[in-house]
């Protein structure tokens, strides 16, 4: 099993920050990981796919680099939209999550 | 753009099984990785298991033991049979479909909540 382990678990940033999120896998993955944003009673959505990619129709504040064993997503400017928690997610072997981080308004 | 909705029971008593159906709209089944991924409450996400359309299944270790998920490409659905469900078990299920770039899960469900209680 590749374990995922984000850090931090949560955060507090005011509107117009710059945010990273690191995500940290057990053992290389390539650059089989993806990034996820979950609100509040709502499914997650793609951020960003292959630790680099943004999805279509995400905002370009949102980026990810990374590969092997250490990833980073970004948000460049914090938007009040942009609360939530984010999740990384390894596509390298059977599908595993980081535990997530909860991004909090300061 | 593709639609994922699951249904079946949102309350199942402990030691029954617990079924879940995902009804793939606006776009076909087949070609595609399809997975059922759990959220207990307050909790964060964890891979269930994942179908192909041709019927080659995969599961999480975790509950290997108790899962079955399946393939129907006629009525493009895809369903989740649970068994021996304990009070554990009770989350937000989703569906979703395995992306063509990464493996990335591109489409979700809304996800329904099932309680497994007496």
């Known amino acids: 099993d590749i374990q995922m382990t984000q850090s931090p678990s949560s955060l507090s940033a005011s509107i117009g920050d710059r945010v990273t999120i690191t995500c940290r896998a057990s053992?290389?993955?390539?650059?089989?990981l993806n990034w996820y944003q979950q609100k509040p009673g709502k499914a997650p959505k793609l951020l960003i796919y292959a630790a680099s990619s943004l999805q279509s129709g995400v905002p370009s504040r949102f980026s990810g680099s990374g590969s092997g064993t250490d990833f980073t997503l970004t948000i460049s400017s914090l938007q009040p939209e942009d609360f939530a928690t984010y999740y990384c997610?390894?596509?390298?072997?059977?599908?595993?999550f980081g535990q997530g981080t909860r991004v909090e308004i300061k | 753009q593709v639609q994922l909705q699951e249904s079946g029971p949102g309350l199942v008593k402990p030691s029954e099984t617990l079924s879940l159906t995902c009804t793939v709209s606006s776009g076909s089944i087949s070609g595609f990785y399809w997975s059922w991924i759990r959220q207990p409450p307050g909790k964060g996400l964890d891979w269930i298991g994942y179908v192909y359309f041709s019927g080659s299944t995969s599961y999480n270790p975790s509950l290997k033991s108790r899962v079955t998920i399946s393939v129907d490409t006629s009525r493009n659905q895809f369903s989740l049979k649970l068994s021996s469900v304990t009070a554990a078990d009770t989350a937000v299920y989703y569906c979703a479909r395995h992306g063509p770039n990464n493996w990335e899960f591109d489409y979700w469900g809304q996800g329904t909540l099932v309680t497994v209680s007496s």
């Open positions: 997610q390894q596509s390298f072997t059977t599908p595993g």
């Open positions: 053992q290389s993955i390539s650059s089989y």
